[in-house]
């Protein structure tokens, strides 16, 4: 059984997901490549959690090269910024909830919504909102009316023959009603009452 597992591991297949060539490691080959990635991991992490200790360090022998009153306003002040930062974030996730809820009632996508509270404010978000629905509307009503034109009428398709009644006339174009009441003259002054 255990030599099953080595044989799978020696087979092991590492796709790339960038040109999909196939790599085949060994067993040892695929550990060394996970230690190195490991070690490169955790040196990278290392060096970050070094460089906020070195910060928070710094900042500590600043505050104490500090008097009391100078020390505790540095610390106010520093307060005060994460509160602002927190509550910049809390707003902007608000934001984010009433734009996403807002293109949602307004039947455009919610993927929208980050874009738009870049802007910010509120009232600039819902003029935009507004000039894009209006955008959407428009190019919709275009792209309809586009597939509903007909060509014009060919080969003398515009003579009108038979009888016909006030609702078709009152369709009738101009020209279409010049060339009924030549065609049937009589009929053209029962329609009009002339």
Known sequence: ???????????????????????????????????????????TAKEKW???KQAEINQAEELAKLSAADRKKA??????????????ALNRRELTVNVSSLLKERELPTD???????????????????????AIQ???????????????PKND??????DI????FNAMTAAERVAFSKSNPEQFKQITGE
Do not use: C, H, W, Y
């Open 112 to 134: 929208l919504a980050e874009s738009l509270v870049k802007l910010g404010n509120a009232d600039e978000i819902s003029t935009v909102v507004d000039s894009l629905q209006q």
């Open 75 to 88: 610390e106010d002040e520093a307060r005060q910024k994460a509160l602002d930062e927190r509550e910049s």
């Open 157 to 162: 398709a515009t003579k009108i023959s038979g």
């Open 1 to 43: 059984m255990a030599d099953e597992v080595e044989t799978t591991n020696a087979n092991q297949v590492v796709e790339d997901n960038q040109n999909d060539d196939k790599l085949t490691f060994t067993p040892k080959e695929f550990d060394s490549e996970v230690d190195t990635r490991i070690a490169n991991a955790l040196a």
């Open 138 to 152: 428009q190019g919709i009503n275009d792209g309809v009316k586009d597939r509903l034109r007909q060509d014009p």
């Open 165 to 168: 009644g006030n609702v078709e």
């Open 50 to 52: 070094d460089e906020e």
